[in-house]
């Protein structure tokens, strides 16, 4: 059986990339960073998973993954013997991350070459970002400094940017209740990848569509549907709701959330080209499902990492700067923007140091630093005005 080297066993690790490669008839080895869950996946090699019909999700379905196992990412030698002979490798960390799994990557590419293993291998980014592929590529080819070992990168590895479409909300308490290691996910199948990335062979995995134009279904995806998604995590945040079904079914909340990927949706079809009427008929079911309180999912998960999420090609910014180039003025996502300045949670990290941020430097700081703003740019004053008028608590949604 061949061998999927996944990092990241979390949501998607196992709530999406266990169950492609168990019906694709290839062994999991996850490489994490959470001792206990990597003692579990060890002790049973398997684990159960929950996959909620999104038209009848009273009728989930359970089905048992098979064939995985783990290692720990800080034992270095086993992940270099592991990638040695893999058939493919592949990740869902969270971006912030990805950093960090350079060097093992490295390491491993380098045992393959030194054993004389020059079979091409794939590396498939499961993250929600743009440009994926072009910034892991920059990491790896930095970290291999030498030429010979660059030019071994461009001929035998196919880094490739996918797209995951399946959602898999925070697990509660008692959704693990039984097994730490289950896990509910979102019924989406699909498996949307860029066709021309690879090296080689194109691994056959179940679901996997090979797509000639990736770049504007991924970015689509960025700033059109994980957009609606981020602006209804803080918009509600700033009205104190902890759901994403509670914040939707907010009248008002809902309005801002359909202009908002209204503006980046149309910008969007400008830049590429192409037809807006899918990209409308997907939005109004995206928040017609956030509202279904079945598929709920928390707004501290959904707004994590604000600082990643307001950097200046990611879904506020991003979707606001191209509306700008359209001629679009993007007042909702600058609304948007404003109310993830105010996205203050304890156990985000991120979230914390962007309140660090505000406190020594105020929100110009972020605007300049993160969104990467001018000073003097329209989108600089509507978020700072808007962020002015939510600290003063006028109610303006
Ligand atoms: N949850 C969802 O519905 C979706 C998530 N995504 C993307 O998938 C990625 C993962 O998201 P989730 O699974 O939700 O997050 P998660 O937090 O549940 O999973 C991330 C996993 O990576 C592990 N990890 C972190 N640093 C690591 C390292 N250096 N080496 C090895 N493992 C490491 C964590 O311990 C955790 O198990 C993110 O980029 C997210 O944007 C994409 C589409 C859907
Ligand atoms: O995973 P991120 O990038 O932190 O953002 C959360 C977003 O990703 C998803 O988990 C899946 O696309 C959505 O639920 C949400 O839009």
């Not at 996944?6 to 196992?14: A, L, Q, T, Y």
């Not at 490489?31 to 398997?46: F, H, P």
């Not at 807006?276 to 997907?282: A, H, N, P, R």
Request: proline residues 3%; charged residues 25%.
């Amino acid at each position: 059986m061949e061998k999927v080297v996944h990092f990241g066993p979390g949501n998607i690790g196992r709530g999406f990339f266990g169950q492609l490669y168990y019906e694709s008839k290839l062994e999991t080895v996850y490489v994490g960073v959470t001792k206990e869950k990597i003692q579990l996946l060890n002790k049973y090699r398997q684990y159960p998973l929950v996959v909620m019909d999104a038209d009848h999700v009273k009728e989930a379905k359970e089905m048992i993954i098979k064939n995985v196992r783990a290692i720990n990412i800080s034992d270095l030698q086993k992940v270099e013997e592991e990638i040695s002979n893999a058939y493919l490798i592949s990740t869902s960390v969270g971006a912030k991350n990805l950093i960090h799994i350079v060097k093992p990557i490295v390491k491993g590419l380098k045992r393959r070459w030194e054993n004389k293993e020059y079979s091409k291998i794939n590396i498939l980014l499961g993250e929600n970002m743009v440009d994926t592929d072009i910034y892991f590529k920059e990491l790896l080819v930095k970290e291999l400094q030498d030429d010979h070992l660059i030019n071994m990168l461009n001929e035998y590895v196919g880094i490739v940017d996918t797209s995951v479409e399946r959602l898999v909300p925070n697990m509660t308490k008692e959704m693990k209740q039984g097994n730490p290691l289950k896990i509910y996910a979102g019924s989406s199948y699909d498996f949307p990848v860029n066709k021309y990335a690879f090296k080689g062979e194109i691994p056959r995995i179940k679901n996997m569509i090979l797509l000639d134009s990736f770049q504007y279904y991924k970015t689509r995806k960025i700033f059109v549907y994980n957009s609606l998604h981020a602006v209804v995590a803080y918009l509600g945040f700033v009205k104190g709701y902890q759901h994403i079904s509670e914040a939707i079914n907010d009248h008002h909340i809902r309005y801002i959330v359909y202009c908002s990927a209204l503006e980046s949706g149309k910008a969007l079809a400008k830049e590429f080209n192409v037809s807006f009427t899918e990209t409308l008929d997907k939005i109004n079911s995206m928040i017609e499902r956030l509202r279904d309180p079945d598929l709920d999912d928390t707004i501290i998960r959904v707004g994590r990492d604000p600082l990643r999420k307001l950097s200046d090609n990611d879904r506020i910014i991003g979707g606001a700067k191209l509306a700008l180039k359209h001629r679009i003025l993007p007042l909702n996502l600058c609304l948007a923007a404003a109310a993830a300045l105010h996205f203050r949670v304890p156990t985000d990290n991120l979230s914390n140091v962007m309140q660090d941020m505000i406190d020594i430097g105020g929100p110009e700081e972020v605007l300049e630093k993160i969104c990467k703003l001018q000073s003097d740019s329209i989108l600089w004053g509507l978020i700072l005005g808007y962020y002015e008028i939510i600290s003063k608590g006028y109610k303006i949604f």
